[in-house]
């Protein structure tokens, strides 16, 4: 994972809201990213996967506090 990947999930990650853990996790693998210049697949394959949840989350939320958004138009 490059640098530029790394901020970009980073800026989504701190955009919503985290647990205590995963807010302890993105620290460490940031401590970890700044000293070694590169992130472990493990590392890479967890802060995806939070990422990947937290924007179907904030979809979903989305959705469930506007259900007129999926209208259906008929025709007369």
């Not at 904030?58 to 007369?76: D, G, T, V």
Request: net charge positive.
């Amino acid at each position: 994972m490059n640098w530029e990947r790394f901020r970009d999930i980073l800026s989504v990650l701190n955009r919503c809201e985290l647990t205590l853990r995963e807010r302890q996790f993105v620290e460490a693998v940031e401590r970890y990213f700044r000293q070694n210049g590169k992130v472990t697949d493990q590392q890479e394959s967890i802060l995806e996967g939070m990422c990947k949840e937290k924007i179907w989350i904030a979809k979903a939320l989305m959705n469930q506090s506007n259900p007129l958004k999926k209208s259906s138009s008929k025709s007369i």
